[in-house]
């Protein structure tokens, strides 16, 4: 009993100091994010290793996901004599939900658990230190350019896996199961709205990105400088990136499109 | 790593395709005309019963959308639902005995109000009320009224 309740109490203090390194970690990176602004050079290293590697699994994810969402919803549709709004139901699910919540899945699981193991490995070779011996701040050096990098790419890709996916549902559509191009984009354009519905998506995947970015590096920059260490800071930051995005994608979804 | 000006090349591509991207959807998947406000005035009906009509629901006249209903509220001394739209400036000739009802796009569609103009000279200015409506047609209430009706003749 004495044990049981040792052991809660020993895990709800290593929770919540980490919770608290996770905060001041996070303060740390948004101070040091002004001093990117002098080295674009670092950004754009960042940006190419995040973002552009990223796109082609982004690209292709979202042009299946739009191709199976235009068969499934035709199927479905069809019954009731609707596919004309084919085009409503892709792009409405791809743009709110499905377009930030997979793109933010595929970026951690792409982008995130790299970013970890890198500065992971960066730890436990000690380069963090060297750095720090040398008067550079690792956490301005390091950290920031490629927070920065995570949280500006996220949109974009979210942005792009939701294009994708709206033409792939059109060519599965229009293309192969005849519903009339016309009424696929004008009944799109007709029930979207920019406000409501793209921007919201937007929010969301800034959110994410911003999210996904943080765990990811705090979990590199926390963890245990050991191979093993290295290897669970990863798994952590794809398991725990993937249950706030989910979380999250609920909290912010009540508050969207709470009330119509 | 790569050489720095075709890293630099990538990442242009990569930014550029993503604010491509986001254009495509604000241009062609949501309406964003919509969001610009157009230039409009506004004029008021009163209804006896505006049924499902919403706030953004199309103002049309012979099937052209030519605004939108921007606000609905009920009058406590009518009794009656007094809706207001604003009309785009460009159609600024509607005439003062224009005659405003409550249509349902399709059977379950959703509804709109649709005007039909009159013949009067004088046209409605910012403002302006629309005398002549006719309430929406509740479903229930017809189909209510038809089987009662039906009842009673086979007495």
Redesign the interface.
């Given at each position: 009993m004495i044990q049981f309740l040792q052991y809660l109490g020993k895990s709800t203090r290593t929770s919540f100091t980490k919770l608290g390194r996770g905060t001041y970690f996070l303060l740390q990176i948004i101070s040091g994010i002004l001093s990117v602004i002098p080295r674009p050079r670092l950004l754009?290293?960042q940006?190419?290793s995040i973002?552009?590697l990223s796109?082609l699994i982004i690209t292709t994810s979202g042009l299946f996901v739009g191709m199976v969402l235009g068969l499934q919803g035709y199927y479905t549709l069809s019954d009731f004599g609707a596919e004309e709004t084919l085009g409503v139901m892709v792009?409405a699910s791809l743009?709110r939900e499905l377009g930030p919540v997979v793109t933010a899945l595929l970026f951690a699981g792409r982008a995130g658990s790299a970013l970890t193991a890198e500065i992971g490995l960066m730890k436990a070779t000690e380069q963090l230190s060297g750095m720090e011996m040398m008067a550079v701040d690792p956490i301005k050096r390091i950290i920031s350019p490629r927070f920065l990098a995570g949280f500006l790419?996220m949109?974009?890709?979210a942005?792009?896996f939701?294009?994708?996916g709206?033409i792939g549902g059109q060519l599965i559509g229009s293309g192969l199961l005849g519903v009339d191009e016309g009424a696929y984009?004008s009944q799109?354009?007709?029930n979207?709205?920019?406000?409501d519905?793209?921007i919201n998506?937007?929010i969301k995947s800034i959110v994410f990105g911003f999210v996904t970015s943080w765990i990811a590096l705090f979990e590199g920059y926390d963890t245990i400088p050991t191979s093993e260490g290295v290897s669970r800071a990863t798994t952590r930051t794809v398991v725990n990136s993937a249950f706030s995005i989910l979380g999250l994608d609920f909290i912010l979804t009540t508050l969207m499109f709470g009330d119509d | 790593m790569q050489h720095t000006s075709t890293q630099d090349t990538l990442v242009g591509l990569f930014v550029a395709s993503g604010i491509v991207g986001l254009f495509f959807l604000a241009l062609q998947v949501s309406n964003l005309s919509s969001f610009v406000e157009e230039d409009s005035y506004t004029i008021t009906a009163r209804f006896e019963n505006s049924g499902g009509l919403k706030i953004k629901s199309p103002v049309s006249a012979s099937g052209v959308k030519i605004g939108k209903v921007s606000n609905i509220s009920f009058d406590p001394d009518t009794y009656q639902s007094v809706v207001q739209m604003s009309i785009y400036s460009k159609y600024n000739t509607l005439p003062d005995d224009t005659t405003a009802s409550i249509f349902t796009a399709g059977l379950l569609g959703e509804q709109y109000v649709n005007l039909e103009p009159g013949g009067s000279d004088i046209f409605l200015q910012n403002g302006g009320k629309v005398e002549i409506t006719q309430s929406a047609i509740i479903l229930e209430k017809a189909i209510g009224q038809f089987l009662f009706k039906s009842a009673e003749e086979k007495k």
């Open positions: 754009l290293n940006m190419y973002g552009v796109f792009a743009v790419s949109p974009l890709l942005a792009l939701s294009a994708v709206i984009w799109m354009q007709a979207l709205d920019f406000q519905d793209i998506g937007v | -």
